[in-house]
């Protein structure tokens, strides 16, 4: 304080400053209900940690009844499906992530597509009917590639190994050598009968403002945390509880939130274009043997038949 009692501008700054960083968190309101699925973000105060906690049980459920999964294959599918949710929002919040995985282990192909705008996610993978005890490791060591699009932009894809050690630890290996930012990432999936029932998760990034106490204290908060699974229920849908025990010693508030639903982007257009794009002679072929062209979206089953008349129709002139 001056000498009359009032406060300069330095002094005012760092009284706001104190004030803003003492206060209790404060929350986005309302909390969407646990049939909504969706993620919300977290932010320390003096930017050392960014929390996401996402949702995707009602996804899951969607995308593994589909696929007709194995209970090992539901589980790959519930742990892409959100892995993919929280990474696309570190990387991309406004536009569209796609996660693919070749591997060498028995369910094959792994495709993950999350979009913002109308928030769709979707996944496919090669061999949903693949089991552990009868056909292998679901998953080996293979190569992971990330995709990041935007309407109109050519899309940015980084490419990373993918860990026999699956998932989580893949992902975290991709955030921190291709983005250099420290990650933690865990997911929890439950399975019964072939569908993923219940499919949460969380990410932790360690911002340059951070420093090792920060990590330390996260690491040992972290060591005594409950499952989300258990936390996210109707009366805290958020798991408010759960996240301040894993920020316990942190200044912080919850900054966002977004919404994702199952979603497909096929179409009959689409199919249409894809055959339009095959050479003559094999569309000329289907037409000759009077057989109607049949495919199945691979993400969500959809079945596509293009009859004679309209195969026909790609070999006139303008297609
Ligand atoms: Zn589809």
Redesign the pocket.
Known sequence: MADDGSESAIERYKRLRAERLAGPTTWVDPAPPLAQDGLWRGLTREGEMRLLVARASVTARAITARLACSDDTARIAGELATAALLVRSTLNPEAQVQVSILNTGSAGRLLADVWAGEAGL?VSIARPEARASKDGPLLGGGLMQVSRSRAGREPYVSSTNFLESGIETSMMEYLLHSEQILSLLRVEVAVQDGVATDAVGFLVQAMPEGSRADLERLVRNLEALDPLRDAMTESDPDARAWAGRLLDGFRWDQVAREQVSFA???SRERVLALLAGLPREDIEDMVRRGEPAETT??????VYRVATPDLTGLLSPGH
Do not use: I, L, Q
């Not at 979206?297 to 959809?302: D, V, Y």
């Open positions: 979707r497909c982007r096929c979206c691979e993400f969500c089953r959809a």
